[in-house]
């Protein structure tokens, strides 16, 4: 079955970095567009970069856009995503899923299928 681990959170002051890792396994990662989507208390999740199978076609939501770097690498199943100058609007539970890119929206695709998450936090 789909299995998506993800680690790397944590508490952080802003201005700081982080780098997630999102290990993958019940599918063809190497076949398959991966994103990175977060949740804050209260607010809808939303999708914040999505790399394509090659790693050619990187997108970032404008929130995130020139602090984030979405990379994998496919010899290990695994996605990445790190997060420089951090700051406490970025404070959520941060997951890796399936996705694709409608114009600059960057959504799961189905079935959606998530993990535990990794929560990151941000101090001001």
């Known amino acids: 079955q789909v299995q998506l681990l993800e680690s790397g959170g944590g508490l952080v002051q802003a201005g700081e970095s982080l780098r997630l890792s999102c290990i993958a396994s019940?599918?063809?990662?190497?076949?398959?567009?991966m994103g990175w989507f977060r949740q804050a208390p209260g607010k809808e999740r939303e999708g914040i970069s999505c790399?394509?199978?090659?790693?050619?076609?990187?997108s970032y939501a404008d929130s995130v856009k020139g602090r984030f770097t979405i990379s994998r690498d496919n010899s290990k199943n695994t996605l990445y995503l790190q997060m420089n100058n951090l700051q406490p609007e970025d404070t959520a539970m941060y997951y890796c899923?399936?996705?694709?890119?409608?114009?600059?929206?960057?959504?799961?695709?189905?079935?959606?299928?998530w993990g535990q998450g990794t929560q990151v936090t941000v101090s001001s």
């Open positions: 019940g599918f063809s990662f190497d076949s398959v567009t």
């Open positions: 790399i394509s199978w090659d790693s050619s076609i990187p």
């Open positions: 899923a399936k996705c694709y890119v409608v114009g600059k929206s960057i959504r799961d695709r189905v079935p959606s299928y």
